[in-house]
């Protein structure tokens, strides 16, 4: 009888370690920092620093962040992925700086490079007010090569 009540006892506290450690490790888990125009504008440009727009073909080409690479989201979603993101100069050793229209997609991209790719959250960044952030700059120079 004294064994039926410990384990009645030991279940519960067990389901409840288990909880607590899976949020902790969740809550340890590497964020992708979101930054500003500032920084973005800080590091256009600088040696090993790639700033990346994750949206579609036709809205890169209608206007981007000057001295940005395109590679739209939907392109990860094909087999040959990796080897794209290699030809793109999109490496693990790269920094990454991401930037969509609003910040919702590249927030996507990066966390689909870390969980899916391996990269390191800490080399991601993503420009949490994208394009329509940077258009509201008049100064900020846009490109549409």
Known sequence: MKYNIKLEIAAPVIF???IVFLLFATWLEPRIEHVDQEFLKSNIGKNGVLVVDVRDEE???????????????????IKAAAAALARAGLTKRTAIILYCERGTL???????????FGYSAQQIKTYSGGMKDWLSNPNNIISQE
């Open 106 to 116: 590249s927030e996507i991209f990066g966390e689909t490079l870390v969980r899916e």
């Open 16 to 18: 409840l370690m288990t």
């Open 59 to 77: 809205d890169f080409y209608d206007g981007h962040i000057k001295g940005a690479i395109n590679f739209p989201l939907s392109d990860l979603k």
